[in-house]
C-alpha cells in the first residue's frame, strides 16, 4: 500500500529544493496493476481462440544490457500466462539468415508478437531487420509503418520503453503539459519516439544529443528530465535544476551492477523525482509490451475470422452460380 501512495504523490515542483529527499517514482506497482488486467485478458482470449499468443524475441550475438531485459520479458510472459520464445541467433549469422527467421516468425499463426532485441551487430544493417518485420506483430513499434503512424499522431504500436518513459510521468500524476522537457538521446527506439509522445502531452521538449555542446547547459533548463543515452553515470546532479523530475531510462551493466544513465547518488540531492534503476521504467515497459501483445493477437484473430468468412461466403456464391451439368430428364 505504501508503494501506491508513493507512485501517486504529487511531485516537489521544479525549481524548490526538495527536503526529504527525492520521491522515487517506482513502476513496479504500476506495472503490477496492468499484468493482474492482462492475466485476466489473456486467459480470455485463449478459451476463446484455443491458443495461447506467442511472443518471440529475437537475439542476435549477445549483449548483457539485452539479456537483463529479455530475462525480465519471459518472467514477465509468465505472469501473465503467455509463451514466450527466445529465437537465439549467432553473432556471425548473414543479414538475410536472419531476416528469413523473421520472416519464419511472421508465418507462424500463434505468434502474435516480434520484437528484435537492439543493438544489433555492426555487419547486420538495422534497416534491412526492421523492413522485414510484419507491422501487425511490431509490438515494439520499430517498423516504419507503425512509427509513421506515431509521428502522425495516428494509432499504431509504440515502441514500449518509449512509452512507458512517459506513462510513469502520467500514472504518477505529473504534469507533462506546458513544462519545459528534455530528451537526452535520439534513438529511433527510445529517444525519438519519446520526443513525440511528450508533444502529444502538450510538453515543450528539447532534444540533445552525443553532439550537443555544453550538455549541462541545457539539461539544467529543465523541469522534466528523461534520459535515454545509453551511458552510466552520464547526467550528475551538477548538471540539474532543483526539483526536477526525472526518468532514468538507461539499463547499463558495470561490474556485474544494473546502473542508469544518472549518476543517482549525486543527482538524488538535486532532484524532486526520478526513477531508480533497476525498478523505474523497466517493469512498466515489459508490462506494456505485453499489452501490445494482446491488442496484436486480438487484431490478427479478428483477420482471420473475416478471411474465413470472405472465403466461405466466396465458396458458396461459386456453388451457387455453377450451372448443372445433369441431363434433363426425359
Do not use: W
Amino acid at each position: 500500500m505504501s508503494d501506491q501512495r508513493e507512485s501517486t504523490a504529487t511531485a516537489a515542483a521544479p525549481g524548490s529544493s526538495p527536503t526529504k529527499g527525492p520521491r522515487l517514482l517506482t513502476g513496479s506497482p504500476i506495472a503490477a496493476q496492468i499484468r493482474e488486467d492482462l492475466a485476466t485478458d489473456f486467459a480470455a482470449f485463449i478459451e476463446r481462440h484455443a491458443y495461447s499468443p506467442t511472443l518471440a524475441i529475437v537475439l542476435v550475438g549477445a549483449d548483457a544490457p539485452s539479456a537483463v531485459y529479455l530475462e525480465q520479458i519471459l518472467r514477465t510472459c509468465q505472469k501473465v500466462g503467455v509463451q514466450g520464445r527466445l529465437v537465439e541467433i549467432g553473432v556471425d549469422v548473414t543479414p538475410d539468415a536472419v531476416c528469413t527467421e523473421i520472416e519464419r516468425l511472421n508465418a507462424d499463426p500463434e505468434v502474435a508478437g516480434i520484437i528484435v532485441q537492439m543493438p544489433l551487430p555492426a555487419h547486420i544493417p538495422l534497416r534491412t531487420v526492421i523492413d522485414s518485420i510484419d507491422p501487425a506483430k511490431d509490438i515494439d513499434g520499430i517498423h516504419p509503418r507503425n512509427a509513421g503512424l506515431l509521428s502522425l499522431g495516428y494509432d499504431g504500436f509504440l515502441p514500449a520503453t518509449a512509452q512507458a518513459s512517459v506513462e510513469i510521468l502520467k500514472r504518477s500524476g505529473i504534469e507533462i503539459a506546458g513544462k519545459r522537457v528534455v530528451v537526452v538521446g535520439r534513438s529511433n527506439v527510445v529517444g525519438k519516439p519519446a520526443a513525440l509522445l511528450l508533444l502529444r502531452e502538450h510538453g515543450s521538449v528539447t532534444v540533445l544529443h552525443s553532439r550537443t555542446r555544453d550538455l549541462g547547459h541545457h539539461t539544467r533548463d529543465a523541469e522534466i528530465l528523461v534520459v535515454a543515452a545509453g551511458r552510466a553515470g552520464l547526467i550528475t546532479g551538477d548538471m540539474l535544476s532543483p526539483g526536477v523530475v526525472v526518468v532514468d531510462v538507461g539499463i547499463n551493466v558495470v561490474g556485474g551492477k544494473i546502473l542508469g544513465d544518472v549518476d543517482f547518488e549525486s543527482a538524488r540531492h538535486v532532484v524532486g523525482a526520478i526513477t531508480p534503476v533497476p525498478g523505474g521504467v523497466g517493469p512498466l515497459t515489459n508490462a506494456l509490451l505485453l499489452s501490445h501483445l494482446l491488442r496484436a493477437a486480438i487484431d490478427q484473430a479478428q483477420r482471420r475470422v473475416r478471411a474465413h468468412a470472405t472465403t466461405s461466403a466466396a465458396a458458396t456464391s461459386a456453388a451457387g452460380s455453377t450451372p448443372s451439368t445433369a441431363r434433363p430428364t426425359q
